[in-house]
């Protein structure tokens, strides 16, 4: 197992991808993609549009089938495992959120059906029934009570206590991916994928969102894979990027590491050149030694 050294500690794989290899049609999507996902870290996967990010992501999550390769979580390969028992959680570029609930139904439905929910309220209902209390609630009661102090609790971090009855489409983009972004916290999940998550919001809510994602990252303590084509996203928020191209990794390291020491020409010219072109376009000179 690859440990990454980082300020004199010790960090260990939550995720090893070995060798994960996926055609559609014929056509090599994933050409066996092998990588660690370090415990607690933000990895940030960056690559153009078709390159097999998506698909990546699916196949990690269980909403897709890989022809081959491991997901190793916790020692075991989760392949087979379906998406609600792999411990992670998922944020996609639509939201994909439920119009008809309420933001509060939303960030709680996933909650209702979580088995550890339901099983400490069946064990506190038991406990009460021995202890012989005469009012001893139902389950339904303390699942619902537990679910709803989780959906509150994953909402107000993300700043929309005073929103908590409206449905989606009263809601701005932002809004609504702050919505879709506190359900998945509230499931406590050890590793979230977040697809695209802020590429669809103006500018503005994009460079909040950014901000607000390294900030809930820390205050979740959750590891991090997040998907994007751009690079300077990618660079603000990752401790280490992925470059892929056309179902392969390109390079693998942290952002200075990539910087500096490009690995192919492809990585030369889709990361490096164009970061220097937005901070030239931006300051009108580049500070890169040529
Ligand atoms: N369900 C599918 N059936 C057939 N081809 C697919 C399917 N999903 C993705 N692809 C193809 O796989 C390639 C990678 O897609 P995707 O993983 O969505 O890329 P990205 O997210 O990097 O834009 C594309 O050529 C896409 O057309
Ligand atoms: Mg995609």
């Known amino acids: 197992m690859e440990v990454l050294k980082t300020e004199g500690t010790e960090r260990k794989a939550k995720l090893s991808i070995k060798n994960?290899?996926?055609?559609?049609?014929?056509?090599?999507?994933?050409?066996?993609?092998?990588?660690?996902?370090m415990e607690g870290e933000f990895l940030s996967v960056l690559g153009p549009s078709g390159c097999g990010k998506t698909t990546l992501l699916r196949i990690l999550i269980g909403l897709e089938k890989a022809d081959s390769g491991e997901i190793i979580k916790g020692g075991k390969d989760i392949s087979s495992l379906s998406s609600f028992d792999r411990g992670m959680g998922i944020v996609f570029q639509n939201y994909a959120?439920?119009?008809?609930?309420?933001?509060?139904q939303n960030v709680e439905?996933?909650?209702?059906?979580?088995?550890?929910?339901?099983?400490?309220?069946?064990?506190?209902?038991?406990?009460?029934?021995?202890?012989g209390e005469k009012k001893v609630p139902s389950v339904r009661k303390l699942v619902k009570e537990r679910a709803r102090a989780l959906a509150m609790h994953a909402i107000?971090?993300?700043?929309?206590?005073?929103?908590?009855?409206?449905?989606?489409?009263?809601?701005?983009g932002g809004q609504q991916q702050r919505v879709a972004i506190a359900r998945t916290l509230a499931t406590n999940p050890d590793i979230i994928l977040l697809d695209e998550p802020i590429s669809a919001l103006d500018l503005t809510n994009r460079e909040i969102m950014k901000a607000e994602l390294k900030t809930l990252q820390k205050k979740f303590n959750v590891t991090m894979l997040f998907i994007t084509?751009?690079?300077?996203?990618?660079?603000?928020?990752?401790?280490?990027?992925?470059?892929?191209?056309?179902?392969n990794i390109?390079?693998?390291?942290?952002?200075?590491?990539?910087?500096s020491n490009p690995a192919s020409d492809y990585v030369k010219e889709f990361v490096v050149a164009q970061l220097d072109k937005k901070y030239e376009d931006?300051?009108?000179?580049?500070?890169?030694a040529k």
Not at 229 to 247: K, N, P, T, Y
């Open 229 to 247: 084509h751009d690079q300077e996203e990618a660079f603000f928020l990752s401790d280490r990027i992925m470059v892929m191209h056309e179902g």
């Open 97 to 104: 959120l439920f119009p008809n609930m309420t933001v509060l």
């Open 109 to 131: 439905y996933a909650l209702t059906l979580k088995k550890d929910i339901k099983e400490e309220a069946k064990k506190t209902v038991a406990e009460k029934k021995a202890a």
């Open 20 to 37: 994960i290899v996926k055609e559609f049609d014929k056509k090599m999507v994933l050409n066996g993609i092998s990588f660690d996902l």
């Open 282 to 288: 931006l300051l009108g000179y580049t500070g890169r």
């Open 250 to 259: 390109e390079q693998l390291d942290t952002p200075a590491g990539i910087y």
């Open 156 to 172: 107000e971090s993300v700043g929309l206590e005073d929103q908590i009855n409206k449905r989606p489409s009263q809601l701005s």
